[in-house]
């Protein structure tokens, strides 16, 4: 009668852990749950109040070859370019896990709604969304 949870509670746990990284010029790290001044400093910067952390590798956490993994990424990016949304190259990786690192961006400007459809569009369990408060909250697609 009841379905099998389609995102099982450890990897749940796994993605609220998981260091979520901007790196480059705007080098910051978002926490789930954690308040974060550098991006709230960013919002004012770029006039926007709100962000999304999301990634294409991976699907549905799926072990993806790194070749197949960097051309996700290269089509999340070339889509997001596309939409003229401005974001930032960034790495999702738990501080002591063993799943590797996920290319990922950090996308200012983007609703949640948006988020959730482009997540959906790239297979990802979930995706990371900050609101006009800078507190990053992770959102499950599945």
């Known amino acids: 009668m009841f379905s099998k949870p389609k995102i099982q509670p450890e990897t749940i746990q796994a993605y609220a852990e998981t260091e979520y990284r901007v790196t480059g010029d705007q080098s910051l790290v978002l926490r789930i749950g954690e308040y974060n001044e550098s991006l709230s400093r960013l919002y004012k910067f770029n006039k926007v109040d709100s962000c999304a952390f999301i ?4 699907p549905y956490s799926r072990s993806l070859s790194d070749a197949a993994n960097a051309g ?17 190259q960034g ?11 996920e290319a990922s961006y950090l996308i200012l400007g983007l609703s949640l709604e948006a988020t959730k459809i482009l997540g959906k569009k790239y297979e990802q369990n979930a995706i990371v969304w900050c609101g006009s408060d800078a507190l990053p909250q992770l959102v499950l697609l599945r």
């Open 72 to 88: 996700r990424h290269d089509e999340l990016g070339r889509d997001l370019q596309h939409r003229r949304l401005k974001f930032f």
């Open 91 to 101: 790495e999702g990786k738990h501080p002591v896990g063993d799943w590797p690192g």
């Open 55 to 58: 990634t294409a590798c991976n």
